[in-house]
């Protein structure tokens, strides 16, 4: 129980690495706040918590909407006094050609992707600043590591997550507080469906191909579990990475190993 007393705010935790990130959490010990719009998704993640033993907590949350994410912060402070972690992992992913992008496009990704994890991170600093203490832990991706020929706005997103959590990490590790960031690869969830049928179009492929195909590419064999990704996040969270800050950390099977 390494985050016993804690509380851990996850944004979009209804489903996919949110959820298995709340859970994992909430194994270690952690009390939860389920930012999410999704109410049912974030219902059923709060019970799951609550049978962990552990305090769980719904919070319908905008995170592109400043307002919202003011009342996140208030009311969590409310119900638990307190702010330990935050995870920042509501994002949104489109494929397009660059030639197809739109500025509609292009905004949409960027402002959930990057904006929204900027602007969440800056509405907790001054509680985890007043305590002395806070881990902020955000989703990456391995295309912020990589080029796309389909991909551009996403990748650019999580490009710029990598970029502000190292900021971050540096104008706030005198504050006692930590930032890293986490980078997936083929992580088998709701996005990655999407993901399949968007690029599997582009590419003249089945979504059913398309997945067989990367999956391939992987050199530990398999696709990624979003508990893959959350045991990391675990670990971030933890006083186990207490000298960590400023990380952006592969969990790709050996996709990326830079």
Partial sequence: MELEGQVAIVTGAGRGIGRATAL???????????????RANAERTAGEVQALGRRASVVPTDVTSRPALTTMVERTRAEFGRIDILVN???????????EITEEHWDAVMNINAKAMFFASQAVLPTMIAQRRGAIISLASMAGKVGSRTNLPYNASKAAVI?????????HAADGIRANCVCPGFVETDMWTLVAREQSA?????????????????????????????KVIGFLASDRAAYMTGQAINVTGGLVMH
Avoid: H, W
């Fill in 24 to 38: 994992e959490l909430a194994r270690l010990g952690a009390d939860i706040v389920v930012a999410e719009l999704d």
């Fill in 89 to 99: 992992n509501a994002g949104i992913y489109r494929a397009a050609l660059s030639l």
């Fill in 163 to 171: 970029s502000i959590t190292k900021s971050l990490a540096l104008g």
């Fill in 202 to 230: 582009l590419m003249g492929l089945s979504a059913e191909d398309f997945t067989e195909q990367r999956a391939a590419q992987v050199p530990l064999g398999r696709m990624e579990r979003p508990e893959d990704v959350a």
